[in-house]
T-cell receptor
Framework: AQSVAQPEDQVNVAEGNPLTVKCTYS??????LFWYVQYPNRGLQFLLK??????LVKGSYGFEAEFNKSQTSFHLKKPSALVSDSALYFC??????????FGDGTTLTVKP | DAGVIQSPRHEVTEMGQEVTLRCKPI?????LFWYRQTMMRGLELLIY????????DSGMPEDRFSAKMPNASFSTLKIQPSEPRDSAVYFC?????????????FGSGTQLSVL
């Protein structure tokens, strides 16, 4: 069975500093990995995905993620955090049938 | 495109009442998913449809929950009878064909409170 782990419930960073939100996965075969963001009282929004190719994937709002096969990780990163990046972030992995398994989410707080 | 549309946005009901949540997926999408989000359990997949056919309903908590997709543009999630522990935010999501590599498009959710 596939699974996703987000080891940190909460990440706090100062505005302008780099941020990392961690994700590890377990899946048989090649992983199809996603990051989503959820703002208060809204549904999840797609940020980026890794299917194949370059291990560094760039997505919306300046976010990027690095796929590391040996460490089974797909950490979300941004070089310079903004207060408006404060939200709940979810990592997900897809099955062959397109079914998504989500992590428990990480709350990112960026302080001015 | 208006995106995935869910109704109602908020529903407050009393224990024992029937609740029906509605979803209109994005036109052209052939997969539809119902998720439930709570603080305790996070984001749980309840059921998903492909081409209007239920593929996996293993996440449906019990027989009180049922879901239908009578056509490509409409789905319902029904709870009968409702209980306080059903209180949660229920999300509908859809995705286009091509399966595994496709992202999900989420609606804004229905906040359900069962008193």
């Amino acid at each position: 069975a596939q699974s996703v782990a987000q080891p940190e419930d909460q990440v706090n960073v100062a505005e302008g500093n780099p941020l990392t939100v961690k994700c590890t996965y377990s899946v048989s075969g090649n992983p199809y990995l996603f990051w989503y963001v959820q703002y208060p009282n809204r549904g999840l929004q797609f940020l980026l995905k890794y299917i194949t190719g370059d291990n560094l994937v760039k997505g919306s709002y300046g976010f990027e993620a690095e796929f590391n096969k040996s460490q089974t990780s797909f950490h979300l990163k941004k070089p310079s955090a903004l207060v408006s990046d404060s939200a709940l972030y979810f990592c997900a992995v897809n099955t062959n049938a397109g079914k998504s398994t989500f992590g428990d989410g990480t709350t990112l707080t960026v302080k001015p | 495109d208006a995106g995935v549309i869910q109704s109602p946005r908020h529903e407050v009901t009393e224990m024992g009442q029937e609740v029906t949540l509605r979803c209109k997926p994005i036109s052209g999408h052939n997969s539809l998913f119902w998720y439930r989000q709570t603080m305790m359990r996070g984001l749980e997949l309840l059921i998903y449809f492909n081409n209007n056919v239920p593929i996996d309903d293993s996440g449906m908590p019990e027989d009180r929950f049922s879901a239908k997709m009578p056509n490509a543009s409409f789905s319902t999630l029904k709870i009968q009878p409702s209980e306080p522990r059903d209180s949660a935010v229920y999300f509908c999501a859809s995705s286009p064909p091509n399966g595994r590599g496709e992202k999900l498009f989420f609606g804004s959710g229905t906040q359900l409170s069962v008193l």
